[in-house]
Each structure stands twice: as C-alpha cells, then as structure tokens.
C-alpha cells in the first residue's frame, strides 16, 4: 500500500511508465521494442546503457532516444536520474556496505535489525492481535506517550489518524484530562500508550483510569515493562538494549508502524478515499 505523500516522489517515473502502457500500442514498430524492453526491464535497465539497450531490443540506438523523447523524458542520462530518485525514495536495489563499517558497528547493526525481527515475530501473537483489534475497532482512539518517547506519541498519533478516523493525542499535564469528562464513545474507545525506562508514573495512572471508564488498552514499551501486562491483554514488548547510549527506540517505531498499517488494512476501510480526501485538504492551505 503506498498512499501518503511520499508517494509522489516516485510520480516522475510512474508517469513515464504509465505514459509508456498507453501509449506502445500506437508506436512505430521499432520504438515498440524498445518501449516493451523498458516494461519487461525496470528492475535492472538501469545498469543500462541506450546502446546496449538497442542491441537488446534489436534496433538503432538513436531509436532508444527517440522513444524517450516520445514520452517526455530527455534521454538514458534522464531516465537513470528518474530511478535513482525512485530507489532512493523506496529503499529499493540500494547497495549494501555494512561489510565496510568496523567490527563495533556491525554488531551494533546486528542488534538493532534483531530488535526489528522480534517485533515482527509478534505480528501473530494474540497481543498484537488485540492491540490491531482494539485499534480498528473503536470509535475513537487516544495517543499518549510522556518524556523522552512524547515526540513518538505525538507522531504516531497523527499517522494513526491517516490510518482512521477520532484519533488524539492525549497530553494530561496539558489538559488535565478534559477530553475524558465525557463518557467513552458509544462504538468504543481505546488508549493507545508508548512508554519506556524510567517508566512515567502518569502512564500506568492513565491506563487505569482508561479501564476504569471502559476504555481499552494497548501498550508499547520495551522489554522491561513491569505494569502493563496487569492491565491489557494487548502489550506489546520491544527490544531496547542494544548497546546504544540511550535505549533504542528502533522497536517501538516497528511496532507503531505495524499497528498503524493493520489499522489502514482494517475490513471496511477506503483508504483511497480517505487519503484522497487528504491530500485535497493539505493541499489546498499550500503546504507542498
């Protein structure tokens, strides 16, 4: 699923591609070719070069040019700047030189990615399971997340609400927890917190006050955490000792990031609409 904004940073190449599709059916016979080569070669023509791609495609190189040009692009040197940009957008076909950091720094590496695949490891867990649940089902869901991880909170709370809709972040010191002097709303509703060492006291207060009112309750904190089990089902635990000055915080992201993509992929969801609908609204103040 690809729907935010940072899907238009591949538009350059998508647009060439789609232009190419609709339009190879009226080529000359000899532009086709190449056209179809380019289709069928995506993942690997940029390690190309225009003549090796003519003699591919069997046809003259200045062909593969006048292709290009057909279509809106100025030529090969064009064209790989398109992928660079896709590839450096995706991840995709990125070299990999973790073989030249020193000895220390592989390590460390090994240990971050191992606390990555731990939390997809919870993927089918009946604790990520609840967590996606309460999550997707709720009529309104509260974000909170104190000292060093707020500013997680406070970003997973507005991609949450990318995801779906009546998601808040919820500050307590800031409000003083007005927004819950109303009852829990009639479809549900659920807290979401993040909370890691040294664990803040308003957390566990909050999640017990939140069940108190019938709320749910889902928490992700590091592999430390002494209270949370004693109040949801739905807690899931991440690596953060790592070997980094400060714990890493590589766990919980994954894990927020999964849920808010369970969450996008909940049955009923139009998420082309909604991020449509976005996408018109953030435009239209002229922000990008």
Sequence with gaps: ????FASYAE???DDFVSRVEEGMAALPKQEAKVAQYFLLNLNSISFETGKSIAQKAGVAEITVGRMLRRFGCAGMKE???MMRHR???TG???ADDSAELPSDW???MTAELRAVSTVYAKINTPAFQAAERYLGEAEEVYVTGFQTVRGLAEDTARRLALARPRVRFLSGHDSMLSEWLDPPAAGGSC????DVIPYAAECETLA???REQGRDVVVITDEYCHWAHEVTDAVINTPSKTGLFLESLLGLTAATSLLIHATANATGRDMDARMRDWKRLAQRIGIF
Excluded: C, D, N, T
Aim: net charge neutral.
């Design 191 to 194: 807290l979401l917190i993040i």
């Design 106 to 108: 592989q390590e460390q």
């Design 87 to 89: 590839y450096s957008v």
């Design 92 to 94: 995709e076909s990125l």
């Design 1 to 4: 699923m690809s729907h935010g």
């Design 208 to 210: 017990r006050m939140a």
């Design 11 to 13: 538009a350059p190449i």
């Design 79 to 81: 064209f790989k700047a």
